[in-house]
């Protein structure tokens, strides 16, 4: 998996340029239309952030203003079109996305990188939490999936649904299987003193404790990325 390259698109820039590239809106309807299609499940949408991310796409010549109306007693509304430039950045962007996985940095993985320094108890009472939100997750999910099929909407709009049920799925399947060996000691976990206090890891003076990685150099990976052994110690 490679780093994440300087993104010229943001997610929620990559949403708007796909909806101009349906018809010319205004970002109040882009706001709108991104909610009822329950886009909030793989990209964050705020109106404050909807709005400027419409005014740096316009300044970067990706969109461009069409014209405003009013409605009532309304403020003016401007209504945006995509650009040749905006439709090339898209599919470009999207290519770049879809060909090559990215480390995208969520913030979980480095929860769990440093719950060692939660008590075993509190942390297979958090887990055990995450997963009952994981499972409802999984449940809507699920419906969603059902409503579309019997609606005869096309799968390639929403394929992405079975990607997050596998991805949500997944997790709440490893992380019982956590919460069990934590639960029978498989799983040896950082002892706590009765005053809540670390007690500290003697593993750490054998090389082999929270620094672990510091052994793994570039030539060590690169050989067993090969399938090469390496020896113990080294």
């Not at 997750?137 to 999936?145: C, N, P």
Request: glycine residues 6%; negative net charge.
């Amino acid at each position: 998996m490679s780093k994440q390259p300087s993104a010229v698109l943001t997610p929620l820039a990559l949403a708007v340029l796909a909806l101009l590239e349906e018809r010319p809106m205004h970002p109040y309807e882009m706001y709108q239309l991104l909610l009822s299609r329950r886009e909030e499940y793989f990209v964050k949408i705020r109106p404050g952030s909807l709005y400027h991310t419409v005014d740096r796409l316009a300044e970067q010549g990706l969109v461009r203003a069409e014209g405003t109306d009013r409605a009532g007693n309304r403020p003016e509304r401007t209504t945006y079109r995509i650009t040749k430039p905006g439709t090339a950045a898209l599919r470009t962007r999207l290519t770049e996305i879809l060909r090559k996985p990215i480390r995208e940095y969520p913030i979980f993985p480095q929860a769990l990188s440093e719950a060692h320094n939660l008590p075993k108890e509190e942390v297979v009472a958090l887990l055990t939490e995450r997963i009952r939100w994981l499972e409802m997750d999984v449940t809507e999910l699920d419906a969603l999936q059902e409503w579309a099929t019997a609606r005869r909407v096309p799968r390639r709009y929403w394929m992405v649904l079975e990607y997050l049920r596998a991805q949500t799925h997944t997790e709440a399947t490893w992380l019982r299987r956590i919460v069990g060996e934590l639960a029978d000691g498989g799983l040896v976990w950082q002892e706590f003193g009765p005053d809540g206090c670390l007690i500290p890891d003697h593993t750490a003076d054998e090389g082999i404790g929270h620094d672990w990685g510091t052994e793994v150099t570039d030539d060590v990976l690169a050989s067993l990325k090969r399938g090469g052994a390496t020896p113990a110690g080294q």
